[in-house]
């Protein structure tokens, strides 16, 4: 097992020294990325030596790309595979699934006719067989969906270099083993193995013990203290809303220099322009800039010229600025420590200072991580109500009056304006209140509401897992084009919404975004699905298992407990698309949940 840790230290290699592809390389360049995250740094060299690994690294840590550069690098130099794809990798979700195909079409943009294909249950086959035939170098699939195509004689692993387990503990909660082994199995032995997982419960050492070759096993360490005067806080935001929320906060924040840290070189000078657009006095560092125009910004944020900085965590590596009194991780950083260096920017001279941290639905268990590795709290933070900004907006307001008054002196400019008092016969207020809208561009102070999250409310529910903020649960929003189902399974199970959602989605043939609010109860689960839904689905689904229990899926009474006549979905005409059918008596999908062998651990 190699231990890894960190990025600030000056021994992080470039990604020059990786072994990568210099096509591949230059596609990396281009995304911005600085340096190598440390679980990048750790297996991409064993990656690109040919050797199997075992990564532990969740969402957040760069994972997608240590394990696609690799791929993409052996694909430069070997050229297109004769027979089915050069590389396989499984996801547990359709969403990870385009995720992850997206992520292989941005780090291949400079290899000739490079192909990727999502495959996933819920989308028909027309188009999954076509791509197929075409000859994509790189297939990214739900392991269900893959085992029917190989079933069919559409996905041939003949020619497979790579096969890549994406969030494997997920897949296995999922139910997924068995088909995990069978493409195991058919994959051939000279292919190279990368498996990725967040937790490293006992199946899966029982699953790498079988079919891995002398794995390098690898993880980041995270072993980290932050300083007691540091208050830290998170908020729960999608990212297209983050720019609203950050400047919401700086209303109301109390602050001096603000250091902002983002992902990319490319992100430093867009959020730096936002907010100047903004009004803010901010600027850019990262790796780009010469290190001798890096420090004039320095300096001028030291003094006070500006007073935000954003900035790549290279870029701001040793900087000692003490009137940063807040820290912002705009973007949640790869690693524990790297979250340490950032905050530690600040409460700096025995000062004490604030650390903010954004993190979206799907960067959940990271901040876990970063709680556990650092054993403190981060407190979640109340986003400002339209009330606070209006009054907040309105002091500020007053006191640039008042300081105005207390500065200047205005007697020649009161005589025009008595002037146009008397002329025009309008109220001195009246008056004051045209030249104030004039100075702010506006003729309110009122704040409009936060925009709502596109899906569900960012809530934080940490054994919500990959779904988490998606699928909300809580009171039930009535949707009119939705019915209730019951599933017989709950919390006594230690059902997940994932657990549902991949249930649902992978058996009964339809996509994730037509299942509706889940609410799961103690021995039940309610979930709205489309009120048009094809009887085909329900008949297929009334085989699924979760957790080796039935789900028995039937109309929601609406009354808990009362015995219900079950429907005969079997016997409902016209299905003739399903192309699962009782393949194995129903498909087993487990719920996973708190504690266990499947409980993350202090690390990412
Ligand atoms: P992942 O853990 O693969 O979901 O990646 C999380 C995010 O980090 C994605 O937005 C990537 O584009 C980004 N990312 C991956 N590697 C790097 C890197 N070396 N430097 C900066 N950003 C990265």
Not at 15 to 30: G, I, R, T
Not at 358 to 384: C, D, H, N, W, Y
Not at 587 to 592: H, P, T, Y
């Amino acid at each position: 097992m190699t231990d890894v840790s960190t990025t600030d230290e000056p021994t992080t290699p470039k990604f020059s020294e990786l072994n990568l592809h210099p096509l591949v390389l230059k596609a990396v360049e281009a995304q911005g990325y600085e340096t190598p995250t440390p679980i990048q740094a750790a297996t991409i060299p064993a990656l690109t030596d040919g050797r199997d690994v075992i990564g532990l690294a969740q969402t957040g840590t760069g994972k997608t790309a240590a394990f696609a550069l690799p791929a993409l690098s052996h694909l430069a130099e070997a050229g297109r595979a004769n027979d089915g794809p050069f590389a396989l990798v499984l996801t547990p979700t359709r969403e990870l699934a385009i995720q992850v195909a997206e992520a292989f079409t941005s780090y291949a943009t400079n290899l000739d006719d490079f192909s990727v294909l999502p495959i996933y249950g819920g989308q028909s086959y027309g188009p999954q067989l076509a791509g197929l035939k075409r000859g994509a170098q790189v297939v990214v699939g739900t392991p269900g969906r893959v085992i029917d195509h190989l079933k069919k004689g559409s996905l041939k692993l003949g020619s497979l270099q790579h096969l890549i387990l994406d969030e494997a503990d997920e897949m296995l909660k999922m139910g997924f083993a068995e088909d995990i082994e069978e493409i195991f199995s058919q994959s051939g032995d000279s292919r190279q193995v990368a498996l990725f997982s967040a937790t490293m419960p006992t199946s899966i050492h029982r699953l790498t013990g079988k079919y891995l070759n002398n794995p390098e096993e690898v993880r980041v360490a995270s072993k980290s203290q932050t300083g007691a005067n540091i208050r830290q806080r998170y908020f729960m935001v999608q990212h297209s809303h983050k720019l609203d929320a950050l400047t919401r906060i700086l209303e109301v924040e109390e602050y001096e220099g603000i250091i902002m840290f983002v992902r990319t070189k490319q992100a430093t000078e867009e959020l730096a322009e936002k907010l100047r657009a903004r009004g803010f006095k901010a600027s850019a560092i990262n790796g780009d800039i010469p290190q001798q125009a890096r420090e004039r910004t320095i300096d001028m944020l030291r003094e006070g010229k500006i007073d935000i900085l954003v900035a790549t965590d290279v870029a701001a590596r040793g900087l000692d600025v003490e009137r940063i009194s807040l820290v912002v991780n705009y973007d949640i950083p790869h690693d524990t420590e790297s979250y340490v260096h950032r905050i530690g920017r600040t409460g700096r001279a025995g000062r004490s200072g604030e650390a903010i941290l954004f993190v979206t639905p799907r960067e959940q268990r990271l901040l876990g991580s970063i709680e556990r590795a650092t054993k403190q709290k981060v407190e979640p933070l109340t986003m400002p109500s339209v009330e606070q900004l209006t009054n907040t907006r309105v002091e500020k307001f007053t006191k640039r009056i008042d300081d105005v008054l207390a500065t200047t002196d205005l007697t020649e400019l009161s005589a025009v304006i008595e002037g146009y008092e008397l002329s025009r016969d309008v109220p001195a207020a009246t008056v004051a209140a045209a030249l104030a809208s004039l100075v702010l561009e506006s003729n309110s102070l009122k704040a409009e509401p936060m925009p709502e999250p596109a899906r569900g409310k960012p809530v934080r529910d940490r054994d919500g897992g990959r779904d988490g903020g998606r699928k909300e649960r809580g009171p039930r929003q009535r949707d009119e084009n939705m019915t209730t189902y019951r599933l017989a399974v709950g919390r006594n199970e230690r059902l997940q919404p994932g657990a549902v959602v991949g249930a649902i989605a992978n058996e009964g043939g339809i996509t994730s975004k037509q299942i509706g609010h889940i609410d799961i109860r103690s021995n039940h689960t309610l979930v709205d699905l489309p009120k048009d839904l094809d009887p085909s689905v329900l008949r297929k689904l009334s085989h699924t298992e979760i957790q080796g229990r039935p789900i028995d899926i039937r109309p929601d009474s609406g009354r808990p407990g009362r015995p219900f006549k079950k429907r005969n979905f079997d016997k409902q005409p016209g299905d003739d698309r399903n192309f699962r059918g009782d393949r194995r008596g129903g498909k087993k999908f487990g719920g996973g949940g708190r504690g266990g062998s499947d409980r993350p651990r202090d690390r990412y």
